[in-house]
């Protein structure tokens, strides 16, 4: 097995909420490699959200240590989790997040223009099949390919990691499977390690490792036997 | 351009009338900054250059009469370049039609040669021709004010003696751009100044051989004040009135303080917009950014770092500046010259000049890009300061509680819609209050900008009804006895006489003096009354002065302090005088004294030089008849005339200001009204959304949102009263006012008007915005997130 991408120690999160403390993460340990499709699973609360930002370099841990590749991520100021997030990692989000003033090809080009060895637009987009739509604001597409711009943006840098919290969160059945699909491809395709939170179970059959979180902690790991392809599973 | 960047302009398409709105308080802020001061410089360059081409003099003297020779021995006073010598004379004029009775400043002038000093510019006509008994040529601003033509024949007493004379020419000198008696007041319709041929003047006064008033040009970097000294010891022998450098010469000071208001005007209110549109640019930024919070946080996510971002924000404030700004130099440049046109015609400049300088734009782009900054950067703070993290989840829904109201139990007097209001308020206690300092400002702009004419009126009512009251003032050639009260009274129409004494002096306190008169009034005057500024009376004490409050400061005496007062006339009494106390007269430069102790102070017997008259006004015509025909009365003032030619002459400047401040006023109160109502909108579109699905009527609904805005308005504006009187004050205080002290006067229509305006800019904004609220998409805006 190659070298991990990601590897956590102890993590712990604690959120101050007016008087009151939140444990988001109560000691997480944790490994992931390259090229590795992993489904974070959990409750609401369990701090599924907190974990995974905490590994893109927009959070911070309370106490504990992370570090990607031979980037240490814990004790980073903002300037270096920024470079960090600008050269590495691409987020996906459950409400896409685009920037509604900007069709969908500048949306991806908010990306082109800063990244050292971009993919132009147009590849990203039609990437996700969206080579047709490129000139769209986000008004004129549905949810769906709002979400594919989304990911298009997300990839659009060649990124090492694709971070996505609740990608198919606010999409039907069908659109979800889509998206998905696309993102299977970019894994199984440019290599990228992927990590998809998601409430839904059965996306789990898709991953090479299926994490458990619950109250802030890490409860379960499996292996799938056999990776399904997006085709195959059903909820 | 860069996709950021695309979002920059998409973003500011989108908030246009915003982004318009912001940038017209802007523009109003430079505009009238740099129209004030661009008027400001270049009326001084008009001045100064008006100055040497004419060649003013820097030294005026008057005597009663000095010999020629003298011309040499004043030559030889350090520092003086050039001296002119001349006869003035003031005597009685009448012109075919005119009953109250004219003054003419007569004086010689030889049209052979180019004078020296106050050259004349022919303004029309001709000069006379050398040498031509009674052809005159007279002062512009006399002719217009007067409406005559060339060629118009008037009348004048010289020496006792009616002379006919002609108008030939019309002129304009440096030494009348303020044509006045002598009082603070511009006198264009009654007092009129000659020029005529020098020796036919003479001659027609004795003065062959002499003169009696002197000009004085001084060396570069010579001493204005040593000239004056050493003038007056020379003239002292022959009468002399004592000289006055050109700083008290009564037209250069009048201009002088016109042209200082405009300094004033320039600084303080454009400082109140650039303060103003700091503060919508910072609510309508803390909007933006709040409104972006998932585009920012995505930015972030991206790798843009918070640099960028904030740059990206710092370009949109930067935008509305910019565009401010060029419009802002668009208006001050349109505004300037129309202030400095109508000050040239009004002060009657030889030429238009009109200059924006550089520095002035830079400086005005300066502070408003600091205002804009200033308000910008706690918004774009927020920026640098939200996690991505915190971002990406949704704000937390705002924390409401009851109301101070509720909570003391009384939940019951309020609608559910009242209730909204109110909590809205009361959860953004900084913002309503920002919304009504807006307002607020936009209302003490409207008042500082126009209580001028009431602080006028109320001055004008003060100074003519009971400080002033006679309706006709006589002035006499010489001092007569007392007795002379009976003789006036006498005359057709007369119901009161009060008899005054005026010694023109010069008073010195250590290395300060001021030349001015001592006047006196009958212990029992009513005519003529001395009221300080809240109108109560003083009278001087025996045996001592009584100084107005500013020409003590301007000594540097106080009660109880001695000045040497030197008597200009009569015996030329030199001695000391013990100043009895100060009173806060809204006119004048003046040192009181009772009659008797003046007389005595004198060494002269019970005399009198003036006499104020209560008169019949039916029987007034045949009264100035008569007084026209006694040699004895020199100058006589119709009060009236005075109060109507000041009146016109600050109509017109008063009116302009006034519709400029008030359009200015209105672009702050729509900025800020605007502005509020479009962000309580946006951030509220869901909440009025939802209310429309449950079955709101748009009325029902708009009343939620504006009513808010009706309740913050209702608030700003007696704030902006208070502030107004405020601002006022400091108008007042920051302005030169050496003759006129301009009282703390608004009037109830003035309150009036300035609510008026915010109310209907208040009203415009509402239509605009109730326009979105009916067309508020309710299913869409239920589907978005925020």
Redesign the interface.
């Known amino acids: 097995m190659s070298e991990p991408v990601f590897r956590a120690r102890a993590l712990t999160k604690v959120y101050r909420m007016g008087e009151s403390e939140v444990h988001a993460l109560r000691g997480v340990d944790l490994e992931i490699h390259a090229g590795e499709f992993i489904v974070l699973l959990g409750p609401s609360g369990s701090g599924k959200s907190t974990l995974l930002n905490i590994l893109g370099g927009l959070d911070t841990p309370t106490t504990g240590d992370v570090r990607f590749l031979e980037h240490q991520l814990t004790g980073a100021d903002e300037a270096e989790l920024t470079r960090y997030r600008r050269e590495h990692v691409g987020f996906v989000f459950q409400f896409y997040n685009l920037i509604p003033s900007l069709t969908a090809r500048e949306n991806v080009a908010l990306v082109t223009d800063i990244a050292v060895d971009p993919m132009s637009s147009a590849e990203a987009l039609s990437w996700v099949g969206l080579g047709e739509r490129l000139d769209h604001f986000p008004s004129q597409l549905s949810g769906g390919e709002q979400q594919r711009v989304a990911i298009a943006r997300a990839i659009a840098k060649r990124p090492q990691v694709l971070l996505c919290d609740e990608p198919t969160g606010a999409l039907d059945y069908e659109t979800g499977k889509l998206v998905l699909e696309v993102i299977a491809k970019i894994n199984a395709e440019l290599g990228t390690t992927a990590m998809v939170i998601t409430h839904n179970a059965a996306i789990s059959g898709m991953a090479d490792r299926v994490l458990r979180l619950g109250n802030g902690k890490i409860v379960g790991e499996e292996k799938p036997e056999r990776k399904l392809t997006p085709a195959e599973i059903s909820w | 351009m ?3 960047d ?2 920059l302009m ?2 500011l398409w ?1 908030l246009k009338t915003q982004v318009v709105s912001i940038a017209l308080v802007i523009a109003c802020g430079i505009g009238g900054f740099i129209g004030s001061l661009s008027t400001y410089s270049s009326l001084v360059w008009s001045r100064g250059h008006y100055y040497d081409t004419a060649r003013f003099a820097h030294v005026f003297a008057t005597a009663k009469r000095a010999p020629a020779s003298l011309t040499q021995k004043i030559h030889a006073i350090p520092g003086v370049s050039e001296v002119e010598t001349r006869v003035v004379r003031d005597s009685q004029l009448s012109i075919p039609g005119v009953t109250p009775p004219m003054i003419a400043r007569l004086i010689g002038y030889d049209f052979a040669r180019p004078a020296g000093m106050n050259r004349l510019t022919l303004k029309s006509g001709r000069w006379p021709a050398p040498g031509a008994k009674g052809e005159v040529v007279v002062n512009q601003r006399f002719l217009e004010a007067r409406s005559l033509k060339l060629g118009q024949h008037m009348n004048v007493l010289l020496n006792g003696k009616l002379e006919r004379l002609q108008l030939v020419g019309t002129v304009l000198t440096p030494e009348y751009i303020y044509a006045t008696r002598g009082g603070g007041m511009p006198d264009d319709e009654w007092f009129a100044v000659l020029w005529t041929d020098a020796q036919a003047l003479a001659a027609a006064f004795n003065m062959e051989g002499a003169f009696n008033s002197v000009l004085l040009r001084l060396q570069r970097g010579a001493s204005s004040e040593a000239a004056v000294e050493a003038l007056d010891r020379l003239l002292e022998p022959y009468g002399g009135f004592g000289a006055v450098g050109r700083e008290d010469q009564v037209s250069d000071k009048i201009l002088t303080q016109e042209i200082s208001q405009q300094r004033v005007f320039g600084t303080v209110l454009p400082a109140i917009f650039l303060l103003v549109a700091a503060f919508i640019l910072n609510v309508v930024l803390h909007r933006q950014v709040n409104a972006q919070r ?2 920012i ?10 640099l ?1 971002i904030a740059w990206h924000y710092l370009k949109f404030a930067s935008v509305i500046v910019l565009l401010g700004v060029a419009l802002g130099v668009w208006l001050g440049n349109w505004l300037g010259n129309a202030m400095t046109g109508l000050y040239t015609d009004f002060f009657h400049f030889p030429e238009f000049h009109y200059r924006l300088e550089p520095w002035l734009v830079l400086a005005g782009a300066g502070a408003a890009l600091g205002a804009a900054f200033g308000g910008a950067l706690a918004a774009i703070r927020g920026v640098v300061r939200l ?3 915190e971002a ?1 989840r949704p704000p937390a829904p705002a924390a409401f509680r009851p109301l101070m109201i509720e909570r003391l139990g009384y939940a019951g007097l309020l609608t559910p819609a009242q209730r909204m209001i109110m909590r809205n308020l009361e959860r953004k206690p900084l913002r309503a209050a920002t919304t009504v300092a807006g307002i607020a400002g936009s209302v003490a702009i409207l008042i500082a900008g126009t209580f001028w004419s009431d602080a006028i009126e109320w001055f004008m009512d003060v100074q003519f009804n009971m400080v002033q009251r006679a309706q006709v003032n006589v002035g006499f050639a010489e001092p007569v006895p007392r007795e002379a009260r009976w003789e006036l009274a006498r005359l057709p129409g007369v119901k009161q006489v009060e008899v005054t004494r005026a010694i023109p002096v010069r008073l010195r306190a250590g290395h300060r003096s001021y030349r001015t008169a001592l006047i006196a009034l009958a212990d029992d005057a009513l005519l003529q009354r001395i009221l300080d500024a809240e109108l109560r009376e003083a009278k001087p004490a025996p045996g001592s002065v009584l100084l107005t409050t500013r020409l003590a400061e301007r000594l540097g005496v106080a009660p109880g302090d001695e000045v040497m007062a030197e008597l200009l006339e009569g015996k030329r009494v030199k001695s000391w005088l013990r100043v009895g106390g100060t009173v806060r007269e809204l006119a004048g430069m003046n040192a009181w004294m009772r009659l008797e102790d003046l007389n005595r102070f004198a060494r002269e017997g019970a005399v009198v030089s003036g006499a104020g008259l209560l008169v019949d006004r039916a029987q007034e015509g045949a009264l100035l008849e008569r007084l026209k025909q006694m040699p004895a009365a020199a100058v006589v003032i119709v009060n009236r005339t005075l109060v109507d030619t000041f009146r016109e002459t600050s109509a017109k400047n008063v009116l302009f200001f006034t519709a400029i401040l008030s359009a200015f006023a209105a672009t702050i109160a729509v900025g800020v009204v605007y502005n509020s109502a479009r962000i309580q909108l946006a951030e509220r579109a869901w909440e009025l959304a939802s209310l429309r699905v449950l079955g709101f009527t748009r009325g029902e609904v708009s009343v939620l949102l504006l009513g808010e805005l009706a309740l913050e308005i209702a608030a700003a504006i007696p704030l902006g009263f208070a502030a107004g009187y405020g601002l006022a004050a400091l108008l007042l205080a920051l302005m030169p006012h050496e003759m006129i002290e301009f009282p703390l006067i608004i009037s109830r229509p003035t309150y009036l008007y300035a609510g008026a305006v915010v109310v209907a800019a208040g009203v415009v904004s509402a239509l605009i915005v109730r326009n979105r609220i009916d067309n508020l998409d309710m299913v869409g805006v239920l589907k978005t ?1 925020e």
């Not at chain 2, 946080?297 to 770092?305: N, P, Q, S």
């Open positions: 860069t996709s950021l695309r979002k998409r973003d989108s998932g585009e946080a995505a930015l972030k996510a991206l790798g843009y770092d918070d960028a996690r991505a993290a990406l997130r």
